[in-house]
């Protein structure tokens, strides 16, 4: 009995189908983002309290303990959005989460260096445009893996970040650069995440 020949595939029918994996394997990594909509919304809230709160401080010092306080409460409403937002997705989204989430870390360690070599060289004046530039950074390098709108916000973080340091009036107002960065901006695009890419 002769056997049956086993039927041939031609390169171009090879091609198309792998072109359509990957098309397809795009489009279900683009409908969703690890950065919590809601949680970005929370976070913006509390950093607009912050910035009310740190603007009646009489010192530098006081100044700053209102932020690195609100650094750690906006990081654990951040990590608590992160990982309900991670609970409901699917393992095609787990590979993205991790990768965003590898990417973030870096450049914040890089601001929490520089903001402790800043306090410790008494440049405070500085800090507001060192954390705006490393949690812009942050973003954009963490958004490379996620939704378009992600890195825009840190474009958007980056911008404050080179007016707090380069703008010559910056130094009168960098509490409302911070407001407008911490607050203004994760309000805003927290709100369209929410409302575009599940929660």
Same mark, same amino acid.
């Given at each position: 009995?002769?056997?049956?020949?086993?039927?041939? /595939? $031609?390169?171009?029918?090879?091609?198309?189908?792998?072109?359509?994996? /990957?098309?397809?394997? %795009?489009?279900?990594?683009?409908?969703?983002?690890?950065?919590?909509? +809601?949680?970005?919304?929370?976070?913006?809230?509390?950093?607009?309290? =912050?910035? &009310?709160?740190?603007?009646?401080?009489?010192?530098?010092?006081?100044?700053?303990?209102?932020?690195?306080?609100?650094?750690?409460?906006?990081?654990?409403?951040?990590?608590?959005?992160? +990982?309900?937002?991670?609970?409901?997705?699917?393992?095609?989204?787990?590979?993205?989460?991790?990768? &965003?989430?590898?990417?973030?870390?870096?450049? *914040?360690?890089?601001?929490?260096?520089?903001?402790?070599?800043?306090?410790?060289?008494?440049?405070?004046? *500085?800090?507001?445009?060192?954390?705006? *530039?490393?949690?812009?950074?942050?973003?954009?390098?963490?958004?490379?893996? $996620? @939704?378009? @709108?992600?890195?825009? %916000?840190?474009?958007? &973080?980056?911008?404050?970040?080179? @007016?707090?340091?380069?703008?010559?009036?910056?130094?009168? +107002?960098?509490? +409302?650069?911070?407001? =407008?960065?911490?607050?203004?901006?994760? @309000?805003? &695009?927290?709100?369209?995440?929410?409302?575009?890419?599940?929660?």
């Amino acid at each position: 009995m002769a056997a049956q020949p086993s039927p041939v /595939i $031609s390169l171009q029918d090879h091609a198309i189908d792998n072109l359509r994996f /990957i098309r397809e394997t %795009m489009e279900r990594s683009s409908s969703f983002t690890a950065v919590p909509g +809601w949680g970005g919304v929370a976070m913006g809230l509390t950093a607009l309290a =912050a910035a &009310f709160a740190a603007h009646q401080q009489a010192t530098p010092r006081g100044w700053i303990t209102v932020w690195i306080v609100e650094f750690v409460i906006g990081a654990a409403i951040g990590s608590l959005a992160v +990982w309900l937002k991670a609970r409901k997705a699917t393992d095609r989204h787990l590979a993205p989460l991790r990768k &965003f989430l590898l990417s973030f870390l870096p450049p *914040l360690f890089a601001g929490a260096v520089m903001t402790l070599a800043l306090y410790r060289a008494g440049m405070f004046g *500085l800090l507001p445009g060192a954390w705006l *530039l490393s949690y812009g950074a942050a973003v954009i390098s963490g958004g490379t893996f $996620s @939704v378009r @709108v992600v890195p825009a %916000m840190g474009v958007c &973080f980056v911008v404050l970040g080179c @007016v707090a340091l380069l703008a010559p009036a910056a130094a009168v +107002w960098p509490g +409302w650069l911070l407001a =407008a960065g911490f607050g203004g901006l994760h @309000v805003v &695009f927290g709100l369209w995440i929410a409302k575009n890419y599940g929660g």
